[in-house]
């Protein structure tokens, strides 16, 4: 079975967990999902769902995904103003990232107008969860900045540098104690990682100074790399990132959340290649996806599994055209594809707790970010068949691969 097969079965299975009433569409958590639903999220509810639809459409020339997409935009629309969190992955920022992609794919101006709606209510505060984070106000700042560049609204990027000057204020951008960065830890921990981490504020931080050439950004950025260096575990042209310091310094995550899948993002996004290059080189040589080990265990998902590592090396295949990049995203996806049963992929999502299995829907969390990111390996190993991957604001990689001439670093 190919990639692309295997992400038409994710549709169909998420098909089958589609919730039709006035509103819309919505789509069930899965089967023992899980998460609490959140079911506008782009996490793991409908604005991810949606936005795996529109590509699955695009990938497959297959126009009945769109009546998903545009019955699962109608139960956005419906909802967004009832929603209290105002986060890209969990809120009302990942709505509006979602219905602004809308509008510029289908050219349906009322998604966009609804975009413009969230982002107003946005930009009237630039200090909205007090966490500077990628799932606090360094996630919001992204959305903004799309919004900005999509809606065409000035006043969108602006709330988000004024945001991120409060942020760049910290000492080390992004570093916070115990449980105010997730209440497993320890209360004098801190997490270097990118989703609740000081990697993702330096992200954050370095896409600004990108926007503005304001070098108080680039300080900021920089120091924060500097810790996550400081911190991260090198040997050889390899390196990993501890989840947290000090308690778990030899608990090395290598997925997107809060392991080396994520804080390469980060590095890529200040230029600092040998890094990105480090951590690549830590996942490739650690033996998954067949191997499991301490912070890569049972998980297919994006948010810590196979499919967000599937999108690193997609990206770094990308921005580099490095064959072995590549053909370790093939490996990838093999796996992912041998891993599902009819469209679903079972997991035990939280580490600690290996005996919930479960398979979800979502994006982050299941079937429709899996799906996505076989999405983006059909389209890295298509040749001349050129197609834009979909792509959410904290991913610095292209979101157009040319074969044969990928960027550059």
């Not at 104690?177 to 330096?202: I, K, M, N, R, S």
């Amino acid at each position: 079975m190919s990639p692309l097969e295997a992400a038409a079965r994710a549709g169909r299975w998420i098909r089958s967990s589609a919730v039709d009433d006035a509103r819309g569409r919505h789509w069930s958590a899965g089967d023992r999902a899980a998460l609490p639903h959140r079911p506008a999220s782009l996490y793991s509810g409908a604005a991810g769902i949606v936005l795996f639809f529109l590509e699955l459409a695009q990938a497959t020339g297959d126009d009945s995904y769109l009546d998903d997409v545009h019955a699962g935009a109608r139960y956005l629309t419906s909802v967004w103003p009832t929603v209290k969190d105002q986060t890209l992955y969990d809120g009302v920022a990942g709505i509006m990232f979602c219905l602004a992609e809308l509008g510029w794919a289908t050219g349906e101006p009322a998604y966009s107008e609804q975009a413009a709606a969230i982002a107003d209510t946005l930009a009237d505060r630039t200090a909205w969860t007090g966490d500077p984070a990628q799932r606090g106000d360094g996630g919001i700042a992204l959305a903004l900045l799309h919004a900005s560049s999509v809606l065409g609204e000035p006043a969108y990027a602006r709330a988000a540098v004024e945001a991120g000057l409060r942020i760049a204020t910290m000492p080390v951008p992004g570093h916070r104690f115990g449980q105010e960065c997730t209440a497993d830890l320890p209360l004098d921990a801190v997490t270097p990682g990118f989703l609740p981490g000081t990697a993702g504020t330096a992200f954050l931080l370095a896409r600004l100074h990108g926007v503005t050439g304001d070098q108080r950004f680039l300080e900021a950025a920089r120091r924060g790399a500097g810790f996550v260096r400081e911190v991260s575990e090198v040997a050889g042209n390899c390196a990993v990132v501890p989840h947290h310091v000090p308690q778990g310094r030899d608990l090395h995550y290598l997925g997107f959340c809060s392991g080396s899948a994520g804080v390469a993002r980060m590095f890529h996004e200040l230029g600092e290649h040998d890094w990105v290059d480090r951590l690549a080189h830590g996942i490739m040589t650690s033996g998954v996806p067949y191997k499991e080990t301490r912070g890569f265990w049972n998980t297919a998902c994006q948010c810590c599994g196979v499919a967000g590592l599937l999108e690193l090396f997609v990206g770094l295949w990308a921005a580099t055209g490095r064959e072995p990049y590549l053909d370790f995203a093939r490996t990838l996806g093999e796996h992912l594809v041998e891993t599902g049963q009819d469209g679903q992929w079972w997991q035990a999502y939280r580490r600690l707790r290996p005996w919930e299995v479960t398979a979800d829907t979502g994006y982050m969390v299941g079937a429709a970010g899996i799906g996505a990111a076989l999405l983006h390996l059909d389209a890295a190993t298509r040749g001349d068949d050129v197609r834009r991957m979909l792509l959410l604001p904290d991913n610095p990689f292209p979101s157009v691969v040319v074969t044969g001439s990928p960027a550059a670093p």
